[in-house]
């Protein structure tokens, strides 16, 4: 839930402020000594805050005879590393050269909120400048945008596979799962699913079995076994274990023939009519279930595939959020439909506090766009008008936010036709969320679909493949009103115009 809550900026959330030496003005022909002493007392004078991200050093900051104009592309940029901030000083010179720094390197480098606790014990110790400069470099490399976007992990609403990180707990009333004892088993998970499946047959054997084995006992059949002249209720009945076989044979209509049930004694009779019965309800119900969990259209939806991201985009001079969808499968889906439901947390005006609101996005369901012929992948449009949540969204902004758009794809397993218990289709649903890290802006689909041989070819290889077009910034309110603003000055010039061109 605190995972929705709205994001604190970048630039203040990341790093503590920790007492920093600001920059000043560098005194000519004064060299800074390599050690650590000297750093720390110029650290103790100046205690004054510096701001989190660090800006660019000044050229005027070097010391010791540096040029204050700024350096030529060759002398800098030759000898930086791959990966590092442009502004980052190059490597270390040899041990025989005098090393020049600049003032603002001697500040206490910032630190993760994470590592506070763990190198507190560590800060009365001073570092050299040399690391204390690859810890401040090494802290603005991971200030990066990809970095912070691969780093940053929060809890689903729903999963990318599209199941629910949803789990319930502290139900009270649970007899009406076996009120549905039908759906109660099915479903359960595979292991337990057949567990039940073989529980439910051993059981009734067993019971059966010992009921077989109580009245062959009881009417003296076990003892007078080989006597020619004994008339058994229960025939080859010797112990537990035979009794057991003849409710298997029972049962399952196995039907040996050396171990049965007479005509002497009414009870056996009755005893294995009930069997009978017993068997055929636990046949039918098991069965059933299995039948049931194996044709569930569960598994149809691993073949429908949503792209990995959405982008955000114009289209039709319309800023239009856009994401792709497609069927792996050549039996296609039938009245197949898609929805978008957005998943963020807001306060209201009177106070309160909805957590995981969730809201409509328009897929086009006033037009009928979101009815598919999911035949070959297609491209999936919001537009973001007055209506959409996104009408205040810009490129900024869309950092700062923090939500979850679940998309729900709906339709009908197409019939095969060669079996009849398929005659009729079973609905099947796709789900998939994607949240603001997931989100491309100013990016378009490359197209997968190409003519070859008379016939589309699609090629899934492109599936998740974007490019970038040159895309606004803005959010869609403000281009709409920049647009009425240039229509409302073209409309003021016209008539300015054909005031003018009028005779006196």
Known sequence: MLAYLPRPPTDTSRYGTFPQKPDFPAVPGVLVKDGGQQAATIAARRGAPMPNCPS????????????????????????????????????????????????????????????????????????????????????????????????????????????????????????????????????????????????????????????????????????????????????????????????????????????MVTANCTEGVILLMAQSIVGSMIDAMMVGCMFVKISRPKKRAQTLIFSKNCVISRRDEKLCLMFRVGDLRESHMVDAKIRAKLIKSRQTAEGEFIPLEQSELNLG????????????????????????????????????????????????VEATGKCPCLATGMTCQARTSYTEDEILWGYRFEPCMSLEKGAFQVDYSRFEMTFEVQTPAASAKELHELKELEQQEHSTLSLYWDHLLQPC
């Open 365 to 412: 369901y006033d037009t009928g766009e979101d009815r598919l012929f999911l035949v070959e992948p297609q491209i999936i449009c919001h537009v973001i008008n007055r209506h959409s949540p996104f009408w205040d969204m810009s490129a900024e902004s869309l950092r700062r936010e923090q939500f979850e758009i679940i998309i729900i794809l709906e339709g009908i």
């Open 56 to 259: 660019a050093p000044r050229h005027s900051g070097f010391v010791a005879g540096e040029p204050s104009g700024p350096p030529s592309r060759g002398s800098l940029t030759t000898q930086q590393h791959r990966g590092r901030p442009s502004w980052c000083p190059p490597p270390a010179p040899q041990e025989g050269a005098p090393r020049l720094y600049p003032l603002h390197t001697l500040s206490v480098a910032n630190i993760p909120n994470s590592s506070r606790g763990k190198t507190s014990a560590r800060s009365s110790v001073n570092p050299t400048p040399e690391g204390l400069q690859s810890r401040r470099c090494k802290l603005l490399e991971e200030d990066s945008p990809m970095v912070q976007a691969g780093k940053r992990q929060r809890q689903r609403y729903v999963t990318k596979v599209g199941k629910c990180q949803v789990n319930l707990g502290n139900i009270q009333d649970k007899k009406r799962f076996l009120s549905d004892i039908f759906t109660t088993i099915v479903d359960l998970k595979y292991r337990w699913f057949l567990f039940v499946f073989m529980m439910c047959y051993i059981i009734t054997w067993v019971v059966f079995g010992f009921i077989y084995f109580l009245d062959a006992w009881v009417r003296g059949d076990i003892g007078h076994l080989g006597d020619p002249e004994w008339q058994a209720c229960i025939e080859n009945v010797d112990g537990f274990v035979s009794a057991l076989l003849l409710s298997v044979e029972s049962q399952r209509t196995i039907g040996y023939g050396t171990r």
